[in-house]
């Protein structure tokens, strides 16, 4: 026992400056992880749909909604019978949404959802929720101090506008709004 702590105390510098170097490596790999649809991705717009913007423990934030973050069952290709007859059977499944230009040219909206990965094209990465929601990361984005109100009125009158960061690979990010 004596031997295996004088060998730690004779290392004991090494250790510590290899803990500090892997849990800094493991930080930075989980802000790498986050940017990498903001460097990498292609940016496109998307509508947004309401919901309420305000939350009294943390601040003016907006929470997002789009035409695709709720589908019913049916409408999702790929599902085994099992799971277009429960949500439960289905949660947590991988869920890919393929992203084509709208009719005005500027958004980019949602096609059919379906379970198999696109071999070609633009397309959002997701996973099923509870009771037909689907979630891609881009829900909720943190506003200045005062203005989520101006965020919440330009939802209720469709103007509000979510511009994405989109990489091949499906993953988004969100680089911000834009109230139309």
């Known amino acids: 026992m004596r031997d295996v702590f004088g060998w730690l105390k004779a290392r004991e510098r090494k ?8 849990q800094l490596l493991i930080l930075v790999a989980m802000i790498a992880l986050r940017a990498i649809p903001l460097v990498t991705g292609q940016t496109v717009l998307v509508r947004v749909q ?10 003016d934030y907006v ?10 069952q049916g409408e999702i290709d790929g599902l085994s019978a099992k799971e277009r007859g429960s949500w439960k059977k289905s949660e947590g499944r991988t ?5 084509v230009p709208d009719t005005n040219g500027v958004h980019m909206r949602a096609g059919k ?3 198999v990965k696109p071999a070609t094209g633009l397309f959002l990465k997701g996973h099923m929720k ?3 929601s689907m979630e891609f990361g881009i829900e909720a984005y943190y506003v200045q101090e005062g203005t989520g109100l ?4 330009a939802i209720r009158d469709r103007q509000l506008t979510a511009e994405l960061a989109v990489t091949s690979g499906g993953q ?3 680089r911000g709004l834009r109230i139309d």
């Open 172 to 174: 988004a990010a969100l």
């Open 15 to 22: 250790i510590l400056l290899m803990t500090v170097a892997a």
């Open 150 to 153: 101006r965020y919440e009125q």
């Open 95 to 99: 869920v890919y949404v393929p992203l």
């Open 113 to 115: 959802a379906t379970v």
């Open 130 to 132: 509870r009771y037909g």
């Open 63 to 72: 929470i997002l909604s789009y035409d695709f973050s709720r589908v019913a």
């Open 50 to 59: 309401p919901v309420d913007p305000r939350d009294l423990f943390r601040g």
